[in-house]
């Protein structure tokens, strides 16, 4: 079975310094995997996905992430952080079962931005 | 396009009332699902339907009921409110061609959400 460990619960920069946010997945066949945001008392939304067309993924907003087999990695990174990426980030990774499109959530990372 | 929309925003109930909540999708998405979310923690599946008419339970779906009468509504049913039951529910919806293993999986699009309190 397809699972996704999201390695900080918590991360706090400062703003204009790069953002970092861990991900590790169990798969048994090539998974896709995605990250969502969800910004406080909002919906999920998605900032990239990787679906084995190009290994490093680029989002929105700035971020992109980097699919690496040989660590069963997706971590997500920005260069310069903004105040209004603080948010709740979800590393996803797909599943198929029983014919249809099943997703798995990490428990998320809480990013915070300090000026 | 309106996307996913969820109504209520928020509500509060008392312990064994029951009340249903609404979930809209206007992308002609033959799937859809039901979430939790509760505090810390990522979304649990509830249940999905991958078509009118069709439903199937997920991960965590006692106390819960759905129904998929058209392509664009999916409520869920809370039958006798119990305070395990206050999160942070979530519906929604993708569009998927093909099913098994090795398909392209695609991107599910969320509404904004319904905060229960149960009490």
Known sequence: AQSVTQLD?????????????RCNYSSSYSPSLFWYVQHPNKG?????????????????????????K??????????????????????????????????????????AVHP | NAGVTQ????????????????????????????????PGMGLKLIYYSVGAGITDKGEVPNGYNVSRSTTEDFPLRLELAA???TSVYFCASSYSTRA????????????????????
């Open chain 2, 7 to 38: 109504t209520p925003k928020f509500r509060i109930l008392k312990i064994g009332q029951s009340m249903t909540l609404q979930c809209t999708q206007d992308m002609n998405h033959n799937y859809m699902y039901w979430y939790r979310q509760d």
């Open chain 2, 83 to 85: 305070p395990s039951q």
């Open chain 1, 70 to 111: 040989s660590e069963t990695s997706f971590h997500l990174t920005k260069p310069s952080a903004h105040m209004s990426d603080a948010a709740e980030y979800f590393c996803v990774v797909s599943d198929q079962a029983r014919g249809y499109n099943k997703l798995i959530f990490g428990a998320g990372t809480r990013l």
């Open chain 1, 9 to 21: 619960s918590h991360v706090s920069v400062s703003e204009g310094t790069p953002v970092l946010l």
């Open chain 1, 44 to 68: 999920l939304q998605l900032l990239l996905k990787y679906t084995s067309a190009a290994t490093l993924v680029k989002g929105i907003n700035g971020f992109e992430a980097e699919f690496k």
């Open chain 2, 100 to 119: 098994g293993r090795g398909a392209s999986s695609y991107e599910q699009y969320f509404g904004p959400g319904t905060r229960l309190t149960v009490t």
